[in-house]
């Protein structure tokens, strides 16, 4: 069983960060519709303010930002728009990555695509289920035995944030099935609670 004070820790980590990252998820697919250049330039809600939200802005170069986000769409596009190891090893052959492999920023700008399936990976999230540099394959396959583990923990959360996480969710009418984005968003909360002790 999860201490109870971390689950008060991302009960209100989720409280605090939810109509922000719907506004973001939101922005994101306007974005794939419409191909705006203000989703680039534009501060409020943009794709540089969630680069710096999600602290994955020096992942990618300041110049490539424009390239990446073209790329970006394009894959969530393609067939392979759930591919995060794909898109990660794209980034890492291109010159946008500064050489390295940007597992987590796939994983973040992936999960604003689809956040019914992606979940941002991240070190805390890594170190809440006990591994090291990973693929995404390895991380979800350490994220479902952590829902399994800590299922009951997992419910008590979703059932305290439930009447308020609705009242935020009546403002994204659009968005369906909001109910497996706030599932996978209070699962993230909890692992970045505990990975971070």
């Known amino acids: 069983m999860i201490d109870e004070r971390l689950r008060i820790r991302a009960i209100g980590?989720?409280?605090y960060f939810y109509e922000t990252d719907l506004y973001y998820i939101?922005?994101?697919q306007k974005f794939k519709q419409e191909a705006s250049e203000l989703y680039l330039n534009d501060s409020e809600f943009s794709f540089t303010a969630f680069l710096a939200e999600f602290k994955i802005i020096r992942s990618i170069g300041k110049q490539y930002q424009r390239n990446v986000l073209k790329k970006v769409k394009t894959w969530c596009l393609s067939e392979q728009c759930d591919d995060v190891d794909g898109l990660s090893d794209y980034l890492f052959k291109?010159?946008?990555a500064h050489g390295k492999r940007p597992l987590s920023f796939s994983s973040k700008v992936l999960f604003l695509n689809n956040p019914y399936y992606v979940?941002?990976?991240d070190s805390r999230g890594m170190n809440a289920i006990g591994i090291r540099n990973c693929t995404y394959k390895d991380y979800l396959n350490g994220v479902k035995e952590f829902i399994n583990s800590n299922k009951s923990d997992l419910e008590?959360?979703?059932d305290v944030i439930e009447l308020m996480a609705r009242k935020?969710?009546?403002n994204f009418p659009h968005l369906k099935k909001i109910e497996i984005i706030r599932e996978?968003?209070?699962l993230d909360k909890?692992?970045?609670?505990i990975g971070g002790q």
Do not use: A, G, H, I
């Not at 909890?190 to 609670?193: A, D, N, S, T």
């Open 13 to 15: 980590q989720f409280l």
């Open 26 to 28: 939101n922005r994101f």
């Open 94 to 96: 291109s010159k946008y």
């Open 119 to 121: 979940l941002p990976l």
């Open 156 to 158: 008590y959360c979703l």
């Open 168 to 170: 935020v969710e009546s």
């Open 184 to 186: 996978n968003r209070m």
């Open 190 to 193: 909890l692992l970045w609670v």
